[in-house]
């Protein structure tokens, strides 16, 4: 196979931190690449008004493969507040840069497993029926409709006059005719038929490959119907293709109720944008947390991939840093199974499970500390150390 050149994307806070670590990784185990250095996120908005500058996109446009680490976000008005005082009253508007990246290469197939990992002390436990307790092994990969619904970005405040006549036309909207402009905001959820028959077709043929035995749709059909109704249409539709795997239905909140009493039931879950961010955010939180959270942003020419934590800012300037670098090295191996370098990837996987099991190197949210240069002294290991008994552990 042919060297790759990868766009390596620190971005803000502890991407700049846990992106490195990651790359050491790949070259630990002998994978032979080329990383291009680009600009995003936080710096950018503030010195240019663009978190995600044109050259960024160049690069990605060109070789397709981005590995991505974090960005901060702010609410409109503290991002416009920060911006330099040469680019104050242009009327710039800050939106998220990898956001911008999805929609921009329509990176519209999110995945994001959430596995438990033996030992972890981070893992779900519960009661048994005689008064023990058992921890269940979670494998739930969750396909996040990437590009559409509320984080389309069709939404106003004091919408225009044409928007708003187009509101006034529906029944439900005349409660809220007597309104003010000013005071009324509209967000937009948009589902596309094209999005949901693509994103349910991603998570069935992910279920066949991988032997995962179910795919649930976890939408909010008996409120939204129309959105929500046509994912669950076309989930039946792409069923039909695939006999063997059985198609559930849950509402996103009775997911969150059941996601905490028998999380082993759930295999393979399918969710548009913001029911997927939910519902994926809410299984790591039974695996180790956005610590152990990876994830991939799949088009049809580029992919970019990412841990789903933030940029953590009060942690970026720590020396040594103790930030937990296992996510990031996790969506290494994504990574490495989208090329298809599948005996790599398990590689990654394979050590960082021994090196959680051993118990022996652990960062301070696995030791269940507060952040704060003093876990260091209380046993909890640097990021660099992880790392280090990842490589070491490496097949």
């Excluded at 036309?169 to 959820?189: E, M, V, Y």
């Excluded at 038929?193 to 349910?200: F, H």
């Excluded at 499970?353 to 507060?370: H, I, K, Q, T, W």
Aim: glycine share 8%; with cysteine; proline share 7%.
């Amino acid at each position: 196979m042919s060297r790759r050149t990868i766009v390596s994307m620190p971005g803000d806070g502890i991407g700049q931190t846990v992106l490195p670590e990651a790359i050491r990784v790949l070259d630990a185990l002998g994978f032979e690449a080329d990383y291009v250095h680009a600009d995003i996120g936080w710096e950018f908005w503030i010195t240019e008004g663009n978190p995600l500058p044109d050259r960024t996109i160049e690069l990605l446009e060109k070789h397709g493969l981005g590995l991505f680490g974090a960005i901060t976000s702010k609410p409109k008005n503290e991002a416009t507040s920060e911006l330099s005082p040469e680019l104050q009253g242009q009327g710039l508007v800050y939106y998220s840069p990898i956001v911008g990246l999805r929609q921009r290469f329509n990176l519209d197939v999110s995945i994001r497993p959430c596995r438990s990992f033996a030992g972890n002390p981070l893992n779900f436990i519960r009661r048994t029926a005689d008064g023990g307790w058992e921890e269940p092994k979670v494998d739930a990969v969750i396909f996040r409709q990437n590009t559409e619904g509320l984080y389309g970005g069709v939404e106003w405040t004091d919408p225009p006059p044409e928007v708003r006549a187009t509101f006034d036309s529906h029944p439900k909207f005349r409660r809220f005719s007597d309104t003010p402009g000013p005071d009324l905001a509209i967000s937009s959820r948009i589902f596309t038929r094209r999005a949901c028959s693509r994103i349910t077709r991603a998570a069935f043929e992910y279920a066949a490959r991988h032997g995962y035995p179910s795919v649930t749709v976890c939408e909010k059909p008996n409120v939204l119907r129309e959105t929500s109704g046509m994912m669950e249409e076309e989930a039946r539709k792409v069923k039909a293709d695939f006999p063997d795997i059985q198609l559930w239905s849950t509402n996103i909140d009775a997911q969150m109720m059941w996601l905490t009493k028998n999380p082993e039931d759930y295999s393979v879950i399918v969710a548009g944008n913001m029911f997927g961010d939910i519902v994926s955010d809410a299984f790591a939180g039974l695996v180790g947390g956005l610590g152990f959270a990876c994830s991939a942003n799949i088009g049809d020419e580029v992919a970019v991939f990412e841990p789903t934590h933030g940029s953590a800012p009060k942690y970026a300037d720590l020396n040594p840093s103790i930030v937990n670098p296992i996510a990031m090295i996790l969506t290494a191996a994504m990574l490495l199974d989208h090329i298809g370098e599948l005996d790599r990837a398990k590689a990654i996987r394979e050590a960082t499970a021994a090196v959680v099991a051993s118990g022996e190197v652990r960062a301070y949210d696995m030791l269940r500390l507060p952040g704060g240069p003093e876990v260091l002294s209380q046993g909890a290991a640097s990021t660099t150390q992880i790392t280090d008994a990842i490589i070491a552990s490496l097949a």
